[in-house]
Nanobody
Framework: QVQLVESGGGLVQAGGSLRLSCAASGSYAMGWFRQAPGKEREFVAAISRSGGAASYADSVKGRFTISRDNAKNTVYLQMNTLKPEDTAVYYC?????????????????WGQGTQVTVSS
């Protein structure tokens, strides 16, 4: 059974930064998604299994960076210049295929989620 353990969420003021981590029990292509209250889940960022390719939602390009440490099977989401509209529960997800995917249905495993709240 694949386990994904997220950490790093919290409360931050607008313009601040947070770094989310997701530790996996194996090596997978990984993604981050988020869901705000009353809204559908949306794609945030994804990285290939090797770390050589990444993809971002337009809303976070230039502010968020996804990276990974394959020795630790851990993926990170560095979030800078946070905005109130970034407030959501953030989920990491893993897929058995090695390539980047931006659609949630292409992921096989999901973490429990971590809350990110950005105050104005």
């Amino acid at each position: 059974q694949v386990q994904l353990v997220e950490s790093g969420g919290g409360l931050v003021q607008a313009g601040g930064s947070l770094r989310l981590s997701c530790a996996a029990s194996g090596s997978y292509a990984m993604g981050w998604f988020r869901q705000a209250p009353g809204k559908e889940r949306e794609f945030v960022a994804a990285i290939s299994r090797s770390g050589g390719a990444a993809s971002y939602a337009d809303s976070v390009k230039g502010r968020f960076t996804i990276s990974r440490d394959n020795a630790k099977n851990t993926v990170y989401l560095q979030m800078n210049t946070l905005k109130p509209e970034d407030t959501a529960v953030y989920y990491c997800a893993a897929r058995a295929q090695r390539w980047v995917a931006t659609i949630g249905d292409y992921y096989d495993y999901w973490g429990q989620g971590t809350q990110v709240t950005v105050s104005s």
